[in-house]
């Protein structure tokens, strides 16, 4: 299976995870933020499992070099997943922006 397929499926598993965040709005701030990140870097981790397990593996390559691999598709899962979930944030400051000039406006 493609590479590309894994890393898609973590960026949708970030807009899922984003969309459950909106949804619960502010009962997770600031409190839980351990936990939201806790969760992200789990189903990240996980979408780095299943590359391994179900993706192509380059097992010619010595042990230093297969470790390597791994931990760069690590960075690239977690870039993945983060561009979607960056996105949301600049999205939620944006609007708490535009509420705050909206309060100062008097509107």
């Known amino acids: 299976m493609n ?3 894994f890393y898609v499926g973590a960026a949708f598993t970030s807009l899922l995870y984003a969309a459950l965040l909106e949804w619960f709005e502010k009962a997770w701030e600031p409190d839980w933020t351990w936990f939201v990140v806790l969760v992200g870097v789990v189903y ?3 979408w780095v499992g299943a590359l391994m397990r179900w993706g192509s593996l380059p097992l010619d ?3 230093y070099e297969f470790g ?3 931990c760069w598709r690590w960075v690239f899962m977690f870039c993945a997943s983060g561009v979607v ?3 949301w944030q600049v999205w939620q400051m944006r609007k708490r922006l535009l509420d705050a000039l909206r309060y100062a406006r008097g509107e």
């Open 44 to 46: 990240t981790g996980c």
């Open 68 to 70: 390597w691999w791994v």
């Open 85 to 87: 979930i960056i996105g």
């Open 3 to 5: 590479e590309w397929v």
């Open 61 to 63: 390559l010595p042990t």
